[in-house]
């Protein structure tokens, strides 16, 4: 997935865990924009469980990882 095709707010899954949680898009942080010191776009994610979870871990994917919700 490219970094314009992702919503702030809207909940993906991983590509390679597609069964297992889910990541809420908080914000996109653009190449070497602190906290992200590497030369990609990093997405910066609320993880859970369900999909419907009031809170979760903050994870940071690259945009190729998530995709959209099948269901």
Do not use: W
């Not at 970094?3 to 996109?28: M, V, W």
């Not at 190449?31 to 990609?40: S, V, W």
């Not at 369900?50 to 809170?55: E, P, R, S």
């Amino acid at each position: 997935m490219r970094p314009q095709d992702i919503k702030i707010g809207e909940t993906y899954r991983l590509h390679d865990h597609n069964n297992y949680a889910y990541a809420k898009a908080i914000s996109i942080l653009k190449p070497r924009e602190y906290p992200n010191m590497h030369k990609y776009f990093i997405v910066k994610c609320e993880y859970t469980v369900n999909k419907n979870d009031v809170f979760g871990f903050i994870k940071y994917f690259r945009p190729c990882d998530l995709e959209k919700d099948k269901k």
